[in-house]
T-cell receptor, first 114, second 111 residues
């Protein structure tokens, strides 16, 4: 069964600091990769996704992620965080062999101090 | 907003009772999935319905059951509630299992 690991469970940053959140997955075949964000009191929403093509994916609100197949990784980055980025971030993976049912990581709680 | 609505938003039940949670999919979406999100954890997949048929199930006991209706709305039923069933239950809809759009969830507390 596939699994998703998010290494950082809690991250605290000051505004304007750079962000990188790690995500590794275990499935060896073709995968689709996602980063979701959950702002306090709001629903999960998609930040960005990778299906194929350019492994550097740009999403909303200045976020980007890089798919490195050899490392089974899909790390999320943002060069300069804002207080409004305070949220839970979830990495997810699905693949054709699993009926495209996504598996989520346990999430990273990001707190940005103004 | 995603167009996926869940009801109720909050619910308190007693251990041993049964509960039904409801989800209206985004217009045109034929696939609905249900997740359980415990505090401090990522969403755990319960099951998925595609055009009214269950086409995937996670590691949840049979007392978790569901339905998808012809209009693609869905229900999650949980029988014989246990304290550990307390969680946020998320519904997500999609077209043919591509990008999932999530509702705001139902917060279930079992006492």
């Amino acid at each position: 069964a596939q699994s998703v690991s998010q290494h950082n469970h809690h991250v605290i940053l000051s505004e304007a600091a750079s962000l990188e959140l790690g995500c590794n997955y275990s499935y060896g075949g073709t995968v689709n990769l996602f980063w979701y964000v959950q702002y306090p009191g709001q629903h999960l929403q998609l930040l960005l996704k990778y299906f194929s093509g350019d492994p550097l994916v740009k999403g909303i609100k200045g976020f980007e992620a890089e798919f490195i197949k050899s490392k089974f990784s899909f790390n999320l980055r943002k060069p300069s965080v804002q207080w409004s980025d305070t949220a839970e971030y979830f990495c997810a993976v699905n693949h054709p062999g699993g009926s495209y049912i996504p598996t989520f990581g346990r999430g990273t709680s990001l707190i940005v101090h103004p | 907003e995603t167009g996926v609505t869940q009801s109720p938003t909050h619910l308190i039940k007693t251990r041993g009772q049964q509960v039904t949670l409801r989800c209206s999919s985004q217009s045109g979406h034929n696939t609905v999935s249900w997740y359980q999100q415990a505090l401090g954890q990522g969403p755990q997949f319960i099951f998925q319905y595609y055009r009214e048929e269950e086409n995937g199930r996670g590691n949840f006991p049979p007392r978790f059951s569901g339905l998808q209706f012809p209009n693609y709305s869905s229900e999650l039923n949980v029988n014989a509630l246990e304290l550990d069933d307390s969680a946020l239950y998320l519904c997500a809809s999609s077209i043919d299992s591509t990008e999932a759009f999530f509702g705001q969830g139902t917060r279930l507390t079992v006492v």
